[in-house]
């Protein structure tokens, strides 16, 4: 029997958004996407599932030539994105295909686009989630987003999708490693945007005070961003060259490694008015691999990371606060065992990315084709 077939449309495509849809089992997948920008996926985890797309209208005849049983569109509350989940609109109506829709967005519209554009985009999203048999969210501001459009509760459902979790075989604790053993220099890692508002400046300010308490303590940066070249001034400023190191991209295979390096993950992230955090996939990663999280409150952080469980959160844009949740977990071994191994066991429970993958597709079969 042929299985029905799911159509995933994204935009930019990494790693721990492509790889974990080999555990749908009841569904064949198609994923088209733009772009592969992130530059953690190796050219031998790109398979026959996943085809490109490049203007709205060639996504539309992809999908067309393609005709899945049920199809999903990009994130509805992106602007420039519109364009792209018109033609998955129109794709499910021209093919009378179910139509699922995943939104992210957490900033208050009218916050991040003013009154009058939030309007706008709330009723031309109207029509298409008039048309959708599901809407997925990923935390609650998505939710209060999607629901000020109109009356969708019953369409809604709250499940881990896109950022589906991670494989807890590969994301996992160094068997019997305890870090910090006495004479090694304690670890810092930061894995992201080099971008303000991932909070990168606060934590080379926290870092300062970091070393006021380790003098040997090293920080590790991995990612790129636009604020590279402005930290690497501060850093050579500071002197800190020898203590700070800017690893760039790496593949997201080799990223487990990396972090079973690390003493404790810093995700100092800031809310604007343009965006807040999401979800937070490093924080996600590192409590797999049972390293404690220290974060701030940005969006959907507390979320995803429990306070005083997995790790600790502190305000955000205040730096003292960050490097004095860093020092605590550094000074008190018990302490950071116990939120290490707290961390591990949160991540077995909720980001196990099979049983998240399995759980989204029995919703899909329930709520778009009736099984």
Known sequence: MTLPLYAIVSTDIRRDLVRPVRHFTKLRIIHLYR??????????ELDNSLVAYGSPSELLRSLWRMRPDVVQGVEPFAVRLLPYLYSVWAASLLLRAPLVVVALENRPLAEKHGRLVASMLQAALRPVF????????????????????GSYQEKVQRVMYGTWGVDLAEFAPERGAQRLSPGREPVVLFVGRLHREKGVFELLDAFGLIRARFPDARLLLVGDGPARAEMENVIA????????????????????????????????SLTTRKWEEQVGMSSIQAMACGVPVVSTRSGAIPEYVPDGVAGLLVPERDSGALAEAVVRILSDQGLRLRLG???????????????????????????????
């Open 341 to 371: 191994r707290a961390a591990r066991d949160y991540a077995i429970e909720h980001y196990d990315e099979r049983a998240n993958v399995q759980r989204v597709e029995q919703v899909i079969l329930e709520r778009c084709l009736g099984k």
């Open 130 to 149: 008039d048309r959708a048999d599901l809407l997925i969210v990923l935390n609650e501001g998505a939710r209060r987003n999607v629901l000020s459009v």
């Open 237 to 268: 400023s500071r002197g800190w060259t020898s203590h700070v190191t800017l690893m760039g991209v790496v593949l997201n295979r080799d990223l487990p490694r990396i972090m079973r390096t690390a003493d404790v993950l810093v995700a100092p």
């Open 35 to 44: 772009r592969a920008s992130f530059g953690d996926l190796a050219a031998d």
